[in-house]
């Protein structure tokens, strides 16, 4: 059994591919990354993998994030799994967060974020304390003025 959290990244534009990616791996995660919510609902209809997030595009050209969250939602509600969806988007307005997290979302992450911002969602929702991730733990902050 791989002990390493997996993310599913639904992103249609290959640069924010790249950024999720790395950011992903800088944390521990692994990450499977598709272009399309078709392609989404595909990796979790034949992925061995239980993901442990899914980060999502609200943009997308076959359907935009909130149908494939009502359709991610609507598949894993008959067996009783929920797999925690964050809003990946630039719409970084009250209304859009309401919007995301009325389709099914769980949280909302506005870009453009920095690390730590990523660390701390992927934290709240894809950290499973029976397996601990160190990398996306805090790093203690060593005091470093004594050593002068």
């Not at 790249?18 to 399309?36: C, D, M, Q, R, Y």
């Not at 997030?53 to 939602?73: F, K, N, Q, S």
């Not at 509600?77 to 997290?101: F, M």
Request: hydrophobic share 45%.
């Amino acid at each position: 059994m791989d002990a390493q959290p997996t993310l599913l990244i639904v992103e249609d534009d290959k640069t924010q591919q790249k950024v999720l990616g790395l950011l992903a791996e800088k944390f521990g995660f692994v990450s499977i990354i598709v272009n399309t919510g078709e392609q989404a609902l595909s990796a979790l209809d034949v992925c061995d993998t239980f993901f442990d997030a899914i980060l999502m595009d609200i943009r997308m050209p076959d359907m935009d994030g909130y149908e494939c969250t009502g359709r991610i939602r609507a598949k894993f509600s008959l067996e009783k799994r929920h797999i925690p969806i964050i809003a990946v988007t630039a719409y970084a307005s009250d209304a859009y967060r309401l919007q995301c997290l009325q389709a099914g979302m769980d949280d909302y992450l506005s870009k453009p974020f920095d690390a730590e911002e990523f660390r701390r969602i992927l934290l709240k929702w894809a950290y499973n304390p029976r397996i601990p991730n160190l990398k996306l733990l805090p790093t203690a902050k060593r005091d470093d003025s004594a050593a002068g």
